[in-house]
């Protein structure tokens, strides 16, 4: 439990001399060392286990995993379960479909959420610390007190039969964080740069584009990857304004899996799920410190 | 100077777009919502009125009760325990591993990026009794125990959901927590150090008053979170057995999906919002209280 204290120990080793030290110092570290690597092992089977274990599964028979042990490698290796998966099981449309709602949710939320940020941040105009509030406030609503009205005008509005409810859903539910984080973004750049732009005779329409926009494409890309993730991974959202089964994303798709194929097939259910989850976490390992400073960012400014 | 950057046309066409959005989507329907807690019907049946007959029946109904006591106490053991298991890893970073930390920071992050629907999916099989036994059941086996039938039950599968949950986050508050404690000055550790704390004495006495402002905001994004659980109840138990896993979000989809009353369901969602604003704005002013105090 105690805290490694280097600062201490190598103190004590220069009074009291190699000699005297050596022996207990290293003894007391020992037992130390090795209550830490227990830890960092059991953390590092309690993270990866359950994803090898998904993957192995994966590449089952169905025969082999009701009647073999869960812990065996599979007899043979099935690697037609994923081709099962994404074809008969749909989830290649699946994927089509999420693609195509949350790219262009994501486009349309960043280039409106920083034109906000801009005008909320860089302008100055009477109101704007309200208007900031009230987008704010946006985070702090559960989705499900907009879901009905919205049910309501997308069926009115004949557009419950394509993927624009949901590019609109994300879009208005990504804007009060992609405000909020592109705001803050903007403080750090100085007024006096537009300023300067606009007497060099730049609109100030101008200076936001040319100049503000290519010094935040640092911040686009963190806040982009945070809001895609929230709205790859959705399902509420998904779940409510897709009632089309050509319409599905992937979270919903996955969650009627079974239901698709009748009785359940394990193989391809778990090969779902593994291109499910490798996909994300792809992305993750390629930009693991944006995603994780995007992530936390958000969350302690939020 | 001012006139270029209060210039009124750029500022509408700058923040007009997203206004609109905003108000369309979120703000409109909010107000909206409110209004249709007042009736009963759906959007293909249409609505009548009902004055406030759906807010006698929210109070009367045992399905809330038993929803809104799921959600509280949901929030409460999963804000405890992702907050203290990140906490702990936080510490195990900073004080530990040291510069080694980023590789393990980066491997117990793993699970906050995958999709819920899929680490639910994974779960349920990771915990099933049949038709196959999953690890955790050949783990009790292996020791001699009997299997578990976790999702049998409400209580065993309300714990299975924490610990999914907890398992899902904890290395999002590890980092979150680590930023907080890598801040803490150098200077202040080692006098302390030097003064003879050291161990836990070091840690209760030093360091977790120093990064209480880093843990309350913890604290607040986890409640905020955890009360609107809903992807990871309908993906590993779908609020079974019965109603026993069953939160005021998912009780409000049935309600209003399933049932198609809109207008019960409406009123169970302002419940919802009420909850969440009340509760967060009692964190929120206990922990100021807290962070000046301290």
Not at chain 1, 70 to 98: F, K, R
Not at chain 1, 140 to 165: N, R
Not at chain 2, 149 to 158: I, L, Q, V, W
Request: aromatic share 12%; glycine share 8%.
């Amino acid at each position: 439990m105690a805290i490694d204290t280097p600062v201490k120990t190598s103190a004590g080793r220069r009074s009291r001399g190699p000699s005297a030290s050596a022996g207990p110092v290293r003894r007391a570290r020992a037992p130390r060392r090795l209550w830490v690597k227990i830890v960092v092992t059991l953390l590092l089977v309690v993270e990866i286990y359950p994803l090898i274990w998904m993957l192995l599964t994966s590449l089952k028979s169905n025969d082999d995993y009701l009647n073999n042990s869960t812990w065996s490698l599979p007899t043979t290796w099935e690697w037609g379960n994923y081709t099962e998966a994404w074809t008969t099981g749909h989830l290649g449309l699946y994927v089509q479909n999420s693609l195509l709602a949350v790219l262009p949710a994501l486009a349309l939320m960043l280039l409106l959420g920083t034109a906000a940020g801009f005008a909320l941040q860089i302008m100055v105009w009477k109101g704007r610390s309200l208007t900031l509030l009230v987008f704010l406030a946006g985070m702090m609503v559960p989705p499900q007190m907009i879901l009905l009205p919205l049910f309501t005008v997308y069926f009115q509005t004949g557009l419950s039969g394509t993927l624009w409810p949901l590019i609109l859903t994300y879009t208005g539910t990504g804007l009060p964080l992609t405000v909020f984080m592109m705001a803050t973004y903007y403080r750090t750049v100085p007024r006096e740069l537009f300023e300067a732009a606009t007497i060099d005779g730049a609109g100030i329409l101008r200076a936001f584009w040319t100049i503000s926009v290519p010094m935040v494409r640092n911040a686009l890309l963190t806040v982009g990857l945070v809001q895609f993730f929230f709205i790859w991974n959705d399902l509420l959202i998904a779940l409510t304004f897709t009632n089309n089964q050509d319409l599905r994303t992937i979270q919903v798709g996955l969650l009627n899996f079974t239901g698709d194929f009748g009785a359940t097939q394990y193989g391809p259910l778990f090969a779902a799920i593994c291109i499910n989850v490798f996909g994300t976490l792809l992305i993750y390992l390629f930009l693991n410190q944006k995603v994780m400073k995007g992530l936390t960012s958000g969350a302690v400014k939020g | 100077m001012h006139r270029v950057l209060g210039d009124r046309r750029a500022i509408a066409i700058l923040l007009g777009p997203a206004l609109l959005v905003y108000s369309l989507i979120m703000l409109v329907p909010i107000v909206w919502s409110l209004g249709y807690s007042f009736t009963q019907g759906n959007t293909i049946e249409g609505f009548t009125g009902n004055g406030g007959a759906n807010f006698s029946r929210l109070f009367e109904d045992p399905a809330v009760r038993d929803a809104l006591w799921f959600t509280l106490t949901y929030a409460a053991l999963v804000t405890v325990g992702q907050v203290v298991a990140g906490y702990l890893l936080a510490l195990l970073y900073v004080f530990f591993l040291k510069r080694s930390s980023a590789l393990i920071r980066t491997l117990a992050f793993f699970p906050v990026v995958l999709p819920t629907v899929a680490v639910g999916l994974l779960f349920q099989k990771f915990f099933q009794v049949a038709p196959q036994t999953g690890p955790v059941n050949s783990l009790l086996n292996a020791v001699g125990l009997d299997s578990i039938d976790f999702f049998g039950s409400a209580g065993s599968a309300f714990w299975v959901l924490i610990l999914m949950d907890i398992w899902r986050s904890m290395g999002f508050y590890a980092v979150l927590l680590f930023a907080g404690l890598v801040d803490i000055p150098d200077e202040v550790l080692e006098s302390a150090r030097l003064d003879g704390a050291s161990g836990l004495r070091l840690i209760r006495h030093i360091v977790l008053p120093l990064s209480l402002p880093v843990l309350m905001s913890s604290l607040i994004f986890s409640i905020n979170g955890t009360l609107k659980v809903f992807d990871s109840v309908v993906a590993l138990t779908n609020g079974g057995p019965g109603n026993g896993t069953t939160p005021l979000t998912l009780y409000m989809f049935q309600t209003s999906f399933t049932y198609s009353d809109y207008g019960y369901g409406s009123t169970i969602a302002l419940l919802l919002t009420v909850v969440c604003l009340l509760v967060s704005l009692a964190v929120y002013r206990v922990s100021r209280r807290d962070i000046t105090e301290g």
